[in-house]
């Protein structure tokens, strides 16, 4: 899960890049509605959360021109506003769920997954596809039923192709899914990922597809190397 937070509070934005991070997600952080709107033209997200109160535009604003734009991106509102019209504001101007500060961070996690789901039309946490199954609230993946250990790195690759069955992505779309903004990613970083995939979940899972990108193949349908 990639996900942009504008927040410009330090101390809540640093918690929630921690408290999201340590649960797998990758989120990048900006301080202003001007920043957030920059990032949103040059990278991918699954979601955004958004602060209603930062210094140089109301998040409502920010969130109503992008919706203007055609921005479908899942937005979750954080406030500190209680009042019932700011709450009807937020959903008039396109926000998808609507979260009161102060919070706590497991409830963010759920309600995040609960949006990407919902989105995604799924009415279950768990992804099927053949074999194989995962849980990306609690980052399990199981093949044949028994449960194989992949780092958080494949954990967002193999979300990110699930989530796009049957579509072709690209080195880059993938590379955004897999990475933060600002990481430092070396050239054969995704390859190295996708080599690994393979080999937990059997040579077909990831099909590369000639001068496109890669996509979602059939789970453990080779002689996979059991441990
Ligand atoms: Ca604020």
């Avoid at 990639?2 to 408290?19: K, N, P, T």
């Avoid at 991918?44 to 958004?50: E, N, P, Q, S």
């Avoid at 609230?137 to 194989?148: F, M």
């Avoid at 990110?160 to 903004?181: I, P, W």
């Amino acid at each position: 899960m990639h996900l942009l937070l504008c927040e410009d509070h330090d101390l809540i934005a640093s918690g929630i890049v921690a408290g999201l991070g340590a649960q797998g997600a990758v989120v990048d952080r900006v301080d202003t509605a001007r920043a957030a709107e920059a990032l949103l033209k040059v990278a991918r997200f699954d979601a955004m959360i958004l602060d209603l109160g930062l210094p140089d535009e109301d998040g409502l604003k920010l969130l109503k021109r992008l919706r203007q734009q055609g921005q479908a991106l899942p937005v979750l509102v954080l406030t500190a506003r209680d009042a019932i019209t700011d709450r009807v504001a937020g959903l008039e101007a396109g926000a998808d769920d609507y979260l009161l500060k102060p919070f706590d961070l497991r409830e963010l996690n759920a309600r995040l997954h609960t949006l990407l789901r919902r989105m995604a039309g799924r009415a279950q946490n768990r992804i099927e596809h053949g074999a194989l199954c995962h849980d990306p609230s609690s980052r399990e993946t199981w093949l044949g039923g028994e449960p194989v250990d992949l780092s958080r790195r494949e954990q967002a690759l193999l979300h990110a192709l699930l989530q796009n069955k049957g579509r072709v992505l690209s080195a880059e779309q993938l590379k955004d899914c897999v990475y933060g903004f600002g990481d430092e990613v070396e050239s054969n970083a995704l390859n190295v990922h996708i080599h690994h995939l393979r080999r937990k979940l059997g040579n077909n899972i990831v099909e590369t597809v000639r001068g496109l990108g890669y996509r979602l193949g059939p789970a453990g349908s080779d002689q996979r190397e059991r441990a």
